[in-house]
């Protein structure tokens, strides 16, 4: 399988390499000059680092409260810390609110 993170993956040198050919060169030139492969990673309109900041936060207090609320399910002495599994749900829902408000569901690519 092709390293999908190597600059040469769509035809250019992993092509060469699986098919037996030298792939530091350009083919049609005798001058032996390193061929210039295009980093597919690159390509394309959008940036690599994907939401803005803001979403980030979103998300962040939303598994904050999920976290808040799985362990008071187990740190009680004699069963769950109900008030505790609350406080991680309005955490949760305030982070859902958060989410909404900034309309995070339209950072995706």
């Known amino acids: 399988m092709a390293n999908q993170v190597d600059p040469a993956t769509v035809g250019g040198a992993s092509a060469a390499v699986a098919a037996g ?3 530091s060169v350009v083919h049609g030139e005798s001058t032996g000059a390193v061929a210039s492969p295009t980093n597919v990673a690159q390509l394309g309109p959008y940036p690599a680092f994907h939401g803005r900041t803001i ?3 979103a998300v962040s207090i939303i598994m904050a409260g999920f976290l808040v609320g799985g362990l008071a399910l187990i740190l009680g002495q004699n069963g769950p810390l109900w008030w505790l599994f609350w406080t991680g749900i309005g955490i949760s829902v305030l982070g859902l609110l958060a989410t909404l408000a900034t309309n995070t569901f339209q950072d995706w690519y």
Request: glycine share 0%.
């Open 21 to 23: 050919q030298d792939a």
């Open 55 to 57: 979403s980030w936060v």
